[in-house]
């Protein structure tokens, strides 16, 4: 099982026209955007060449990618996914979007955790949704306290209300559990909050943790989950996604336009589908390598950045770094591009509980680890 992130040099990224590695100038070291520094599975490239030499470049159709996900849930989660409840997006957030147009309407609210995902907050207040703060508690975990106060002030006056749920959480890597998200289906139940949930990095759990499907707990009937591979593979150019319903949401989700399906890439459909269900023993190789350089990037920050805060993600690919303490501002992420030419994503983007943090992108070699902590430690 070998380390995909160990394979492509540095020399071979800055070749990649991405916005990961076009956005900065060539001499800074981006471990910002949500992009791996991996070459394709093979099963995956295989798959896209074959679709290519046939002049498979349609449109897509049938079942096949809710099949590969049912097929992969099965095996890593012990999930089914019906078919008959699912129907394809173009991507997680446009699925997200549609979904939110079956259960809200125009000026209704929508709770999320910040510091989140920052596009929660410009999808759903571009749809003409209110965005309310449900933040996580000081541990980085979801609060029970504070999600039944944005519910109930979510649906005051009758108002319809969603939550959307990030899980795995980006930025904080945070992997809710069963009793967790139990708990928020009770929360949700008895306030008529109806939970979308983000699921775009649930294979991406790393050792010590364990993925639980929204769908799978008790109360989350009436909920709908999105899925896609584009993380756990570096598919995100090669856009599919994955709305899946609960039973009885099944109506609801069956009521969404036909012209939705005609969003997703019919070789993404082909890309993912590979993945899932051929390319395994890759992913199994990238969570080791990521499980690697979590406790690597813990070791630097100790050595060379004692002052940073570093709770070590349970999933994702991502590290959330408390900053506030080397008095960089609200914005370190500003002073380590300006000074350190390491390109990170800025705190303040992610809500409430952003100010002086940053999000790090670990999904990169040790040696590309190494040189940006080397660079952030710098600027100090």
């Not at 040099?9 to 916005?19: G, N, V």
């Not at 093979?42 to 074959?50: D, K, L, M």
């Not at 504070?146 to 009758?158: M, N, P, R, V, Y």
Request: some cysteine.
């Amino acid at each position: 099982m070998s380390n995909p992130l160990r394979r492509p040099t540095l020399e071979e990224l800055r070749r990649r026209t991405s916005m990961k590695w076009r956005t900065y100038d060539a001499d800074v070291l981006p471990l910002w955007v949500a992009e791996m520094d991996v070459h394709l599975a093979e099963p995956v490239a295989e798959a896209i060449g074959a679709a290519v030499r046939l002049g498979d470049t349609g449109y897509p159709a049938g079942t096949g990618y809710a099949d590969a996900w049912d097929d992969f849930a099965r095996r890593r989660w012990g999930w089914e996914v019906p078919a008959a409840r699912t129907a394809i997006v173009p991507d997680v957030m446009l699925g997200v979007v549609e979904v939110l147009k079956l259960v809200t309407g125009p000026g209704d609210t929508v709770v999320v955790n910040p510091p989140v995902y920052p596009p929660f907050y410009q999808f759903v207040s571009h749809l003409d949704r209110q965005v309310l703060g449900a933040p996580l508690d000081q541990a980085g975990r979801l609060d029970p306290e504070a999600l039944e106060a944005a519910f109930a002030k979510a649906t005051e006056g009758g108002r319809r209300a969603a939550y959307l749920l990030c899980s795995p959480h980006n930025p904080t890597g945070t992997v809710h559990t069963a009793q967790e998200l139990t708990e928020v289906a009770a929360l949700a139940g008895a306030n008529g909050v109806r939970v979308v949930a983000d699921e775009i990095h649930a294979p991406l759990v790393l050792p010590g943790a364990r993925h639980v499907p929204y769908l799978s707990v008790p109360g989350s009937e009436n909920a709908f989950c999105l899925l896609s591979a584009s993380k756990a593979w570096n598919l995100a150019g090669l856009k599919a996604g994955l709305a899946v319903a609960g039973g009885a949401a099944a109506g609801e989700l069956a009521a969404m336009p036909e012209e939705v399906s005609h969003g997703p890439s019919h070789l993404g459909i082909i890309a993912h589908s590979a993945a899932l269900r051929h390319a395994t023993d890759w992913l199994d190789g990238l969570l080791a390598g990521l499980d690697e350089n979590r406790r690597l990037l813990g070791e630097l920050l100790a050595d060379s950045l004692p002052e940073v805060g570093y709770r070590p993600p349970q999933g994702t690919f991502l590290a959330w770094l408390d900053c506030r303490a080397l008095g960089l501002g609200d914005d370190p992420a500003a002073a380590f591009l300006r000074r350190g030419r390491v390109a990170l994503n800025s705190g303040p983007a992610f809500g409430t509980g952003g100010a002086g943090h940053v999000r790090l992108n670990l999904a990169t070699s040790p040696g590309i680890l190494e040189e940006a902590v080397r660079r952030m430690a710098s600027v100090r």
